[in-house]
């Protein structure tokens, strides 16, 4: 059994950052992908960004890859988020996932439990 447990969601004004982290617990998660769902009011969840076990494997989904860093801590076992510049797009459920591949929803082994971003103008 994997646990993944979301933080740092919340409202924030446009322009401003925020930086989600997703913990892992129940088996370490060095050889899988981790990374970032999101989904929107009356969308799909959708692929933001995922990272592998090593630093040069981000596979970008709807991310801008000029506002959004996603990070490994492979001891501690999580993934962070970095989420600069907001935009009201942004708003979403944001969800971690992991999973040997992670290019769509339906790779996702485990889902934590999703974290609200909401951004105003």
């Known amino acids: 059994q994997v646990d993944l447990v979301e933080s740092g969601g919340g409202s924030v004004q446009v322009g401003a950052s925020l930086r989600l982290s997703c913990a892992a617990s129940?088996?370490?998660?060095?050889?899988?992908?981790m990374g970032w769902f999101r989904q929107r009011p009356g969308k799909e969840r959708e692929l933001v960004v995922a990272a592998g076990k090593n630093s040069g494997s981000i596979y970008y989904g709807v991310a801008d890859p000029g506002r959004f860093i996603v990070s490994r801590d492979i001891a501690k076992n999580t993934v962070y988020l970095q989420m600069n510049d907001l935009k009201p797009e942004d708003t979403a459920v944001y969800y971690c996932?992991?999973?040997?591949?992670?290019?769509?929803?339906?790779?996702?082994?485990?889902w934590g439990q999703g974290t609200r971003v909401s951004v105003s103008s």
């Open positions: 996932a992991a999973g040997w591949v992670l290019t769509s929803a339906q790779d996702a082994k485990w």
């Open positions: 129940g088996r370490p998660l060095s050889n899988f992908v």
